[in-house]
């Protein structure tokens, strides 16, 4: 979370675009051309992650409220403050009357992440309340085809929020900052002789939740050195089954840490499932723990490589100063 304050106090100390932006402007979200006539005043964002990138942008006073986030996480103290006096208008899922009522002049979701295929809030619903949508563009995946996510995907995402608040220079700072400690790691990684095979534990019992190649995960274990088991899954966030990840023999599980189930939960339950004893990670206890913030699209994602890296490279990689 040291990342995230350090972005939220570059935000404020980045130099302001002297010259206004020419609206209208605009801008490519998954398979649709998104308008702006000006920079949003009443802008609403979902989850956790999608907040916080607002938040490292400066925008805190262009958001008239944000969704998902206490239904499933626990707040950071420092986004906690940061938050303070800004109603979350939904636990979980915003309903189209919760836009309205707040006259929210952007909606920053996601498929998955906040939005579902045939759900009641999407870009087409809200389109006759005059309620544009950015959609992350991770997400996409669910609705158009998708190769593999990208860390691009995130600086796409940056760079377009710049563009649609006016405040490109701030997103552009932000972008070269991530980009260089995200090298420096992957210059050290790219050289290590082997790889090692990673499983990501998001959470369930009878099926794990995990990431396939079209999620972010998969851009982060491979820059910090790894290789994510269920790279062969086209998919972002899915279920797999049990056998599968036995028959792939993880040597590093990566347990996403977040809501009521707490990291140590989740490690004690797969310790104790007997099919998994011969996976080499259980037997020889090789966890790393990430925050939900770092493994899905977002500013802390250049910490997660670095710890990740430590993690599975510790001789090559050393400490790695953000």
């Not at 675009?17 to 949003?40: K, L, M, N």
């Not at 006096?85 to 006259?103: C, I, K, Q, T």
């Not at 929020?161 to 790691?185: K, N, P, S, Y």
Request: aromatic residues 8%.
């Amino acid at each position: 979370m040291k990342a995230l304050l350090v972005c939220l106090a570059l935000s404020t100390a980045l130099p302001q675009i002297v010259q206004a932006a020419s609206y209208p402007v605009t801008v490519r979200s998954c398979e649709r051309d998104v308008t702006f006539d000006r920079a949003p005043r009443r802008a609403v964002s979902h989850d956790i992650n999608l907040t916080g990138m607002l938040l490292a942008l400066g925008l805190r006073d262009h958001m008239v409220g944000y969704t998902g986030i206490s239904g499933w996480k626990t707040l950071d103290p420092s986004l906690r403050e940061a938050l303070k006096g800004l109603p979350e208008l939904a636990a979980r899922y915003a309903s189209v009357e919760n836009l309205v009522e707040v006259d929210a002049d952007l909606f920053f979701a996601g498929w998955n992440y906040g939005m579902r295929v045939g759900g009641p809030v999407t870009p087409q619903t809200l389109a006759p309340f005059g309620i544009p949508v950015y959609e992350l563009s991770e997400s996409c995946s669910w609705i158009m085809p998708q190769r593999t996510a990208s860390l691009e995907d995130l600086y796409r995402d940056l760079d377009n929020l710049g563009r649609i608040f006016d405040v490109r220079d701030r997103a552009t700072a932000l972008i070269g900052q991530l980009r260089e400690r995200i090298a420096r790691v992957a210059e050290r990684t790219a050289q290590a002789a082997q790889r090692p095979r990673v499983f990501l534990y998001d959470s369930g019992e009878d099926r794990p939740t995990t990431s396939g190649r079209l999620g972010m995960p998969q851009v982060l274990i491979g820059l910090a050195g790894g290789d994510n088991i269920m790279a062969d899954v086209a998919a972002s966030w899915t279920q797999v089954s049990w056998e599968s990840v036995v028959e792939r023999d993880p040597e590093v599980i990566v347990i996403v840490d977040y809501g009521p189930t707490r990291w140590q939960e989740k490690r004690d339950f797969l310790l104790r499932q007997p099919a998994l004893q011969s996976v080499e990670a259980i037997r020889e206890r090789r966890f790393v723990v990430l925050s939900y913030l770092q493994v899905t699209p977002s500013v802390e994602n250049a910490a997660a490589i670095e710890t990740l890296a430590k993690a599975l490279h510790p001789q090559r990689v050393g400490q790695v100063q953000p």
